[in-house]
């Protein structure tokens, strides 16, 4: 019923820049928070950045000062600036977003990842 697609993601070298795109489809009523997370080889997932609705915002530690997130609600779409991006970054990033389904209620919806690379 919701789809969700990210692109932007690739390889790049430490201190550079990327820009990750997650755009949500199909029978969207609203949509609430979305988010990005990453998972790196042999690690959990974890949580990278959120923003709500109203324009809040949460960072990993990790990442505070060097990414930031933001989302155009017009097109139901959620972003992820990463500047001076280092090797620990590596990981596969999966957006995902708290939709209201249009008839069916609400539920968690996510992307299929898209791998980001940073080379030293």
């Known amino acids: 019923q919701v789809q969700l697609v990210e692109s932007g993601g690739g390889l790049v070298q430490a201190g550079g820049s990327l820009r990750l795109s997650c755009a949500a489809s199909?029978?969207?009523?609203?949509?609430?928070?979305m988010g990005w997370y990453r998972q790196a080889p042999g690690k959990q997932r974890e949580l990278v950045a959120v923003?709500?609705?109203?324009?809040?915002?949460k960072y990993a530690d990790s990442v505070k000062g060097r990414f930031t997130i933001s989302r155009d609600n017009a097109k139901n779409t959620v972003y992820l600036q990463m500047n001076s991006l280092k090797p620990e970054d590596t990981a596969v990033y999966y957006c995902?977003?708290?939709?209201?389904?249009?008839?069916?209620?609400?539920?968690?919806?996510w992307g299929q990842g898209t791998q980001v690379i940073v080379s030293s």
């Open positions: 199909g029978r969207i009523f609203s949509i609430n928070a």
């Open positions: 923003v709500t609705s109203s324009g809040t915002t």
């Open positions: 995902n977003a708290d939709v209201w389904v249009a008839g069916a209620g609400i539920d968690l919806y």
